[in-house]
C-alpha cells in the first residue's frame, strides 16, 4: 500500500518564478493538507482540500493556492516567490469521511524541498 | 504568542537517561492533542495521541493538563534510535481541523 507521495524531492528557483508542487494521497484518503515547513521551525498549515474545494486556510497569501483533482490528488502552486518562500513543504492525507472519530490521522508525504535564490 | 510553544532544545542526553518534553498551547478550544516524531530531512510521523488520564506507549508516556493548557512527553531508557525531533501538536474541534505544530524539541541520544 503506498503512502502519501510527493513530486519533486527538489526544486530551485529564482525570485518572482511560480511553482507547482504535486501530491498523491495514501489510498483510501479523501482529505489533503499542505504544510510548509521552513528551516528549524514546525510545520505550518497552509490549506487543507476535500472534495475538491479550499476547506481551511492557514495565514499564508493568496499567492499560494491549490487544487484537488477528482482522484482526490493535489496541487500546491506559489507565484511570484520570494526567498522566504524556501522550505519544506509537506503533503498529509487522512480520512475525512472514515466514521465518526475525533482524529483520523493525518499522514505525510516526505516533502519537496523548494530553494528560493 | 506562539499558539503551541516548545523548548527547542537541543537535549543531549545519554543512552538509558530518562528525558521529558514540555509543550505549552495557547488555544483553550483545542481538543486533540499528539506528539509526532521527525528525524532529520523526513516528513513527521505521529508518536502518539495524548489524553487527559494519561497514556503510555512501551517506554514513552504522554500527560495533558488541560487547565495549564501543559503537555508533557517521558522517554524512559532513552535509546540511539530516539535521536530525532519531538513536535507537540494540537488540534481543533472537528476530524477535519487543521494541526497546528510547535516548532520541535531536538533529542539526541549519546553513547
Known amino acids: 500500500d503506498a503512502g502519501v507521495t510527493q513530486s519533486p524531492t527538489h526544486l530551485i528557483k529564482t525570485r518572482g518564478q511560480q511553482v507547482t508542487l504535486r501530491c498523491s494521497p495514501k489510498?483510501?484518503?479523501?482529505?489533503v493538507s499542505w504544510y510548509q515547513q521552513a528551516l528549524g521551525q514546525g510545520p505550518q498549515f497552509i490549506f487543507q482540500?476535500?472534495?475538491?474545494?479550499?476547506?481551511q486556510r492557514g495565514n499564508f497569501p493568496d499567492r499560494f493556492s491549490g487544487h484537488q483533482f477528482p482522484n482526490y490528488s493535489s496541487e500546491l502552486n506559489v507565484n511570484a516567490l520570494l526567498l522566504g518562500d524556501s522550505a519544506l513543504y509537506l503533503c498529509?492525507?487522512?480520512?475525512?469521511?472514515?466514521?465518526?472519530?475525533?482524529?483520523?490521522?493525518?499522514?505525510f508525504g516526505p516533502g519537496t524541498r523548494l530553494t528560493v535564490l | 504568542r506562539k499558539e503551541v510553544e516548545q523548548d527547542p532544545g537541543p537535549f543531549n542526553v545519554p543512552e538509558g537517561a530518562t528525558v521529558a518534553f514540555n509543550c505549552t498551547y495557547s488555544?483553550?478550544?483545542?481538543?486533540?492533542f499528539f506528539w509526532y516524531r521527525q528525524d532529520c530531512r523526513k516528513e513527521p510521523k505521529l508518536l502518539m495521541s495524548?489524553?487527559?488520564s494519561g497514556n503510555e506507549d512501551g517506554r514513552f508516556t504522554a500527560q495533558l493538563n488541560r487547565a495549564s493548557q501543559y503537555i508533557s512527553l517521558l522517554i524512559r531508557d532513552s535509546k540511539l534510535s530516539d535521536s530525532a525531533t519531538y513536535l507537540c501538536?494540537?488540534?481543533?474541534?472537528?476530524?477535519?481541523?487543521?494541526?497546528?505544530f510547535g516548532t520541535g524539541t531536538r533529542l539526541q541520544v549519546t553513547l
Open positions: 498529509a492525507s487522512s480520512w475525512l469521511t472514515g466514521g465518526y472519530s475525533s482524529y483520523n490521522e493525518q499522514f
Open positions: 489510498s483510501g484518503h479523501d482529505t
Open positions: 482540500y476535500y472534495e475538491e474545494e479550499e476547506r
Open positions: 488555544n483553550s478550544a483545542s481538543q486533540s
Open positions: 495524548v489524553y487527559s
Open positions: 501538536v494540537v488540534k481543533g474541534a472537528g476530524t477535519a481541523s487543521k494541526l497546528t
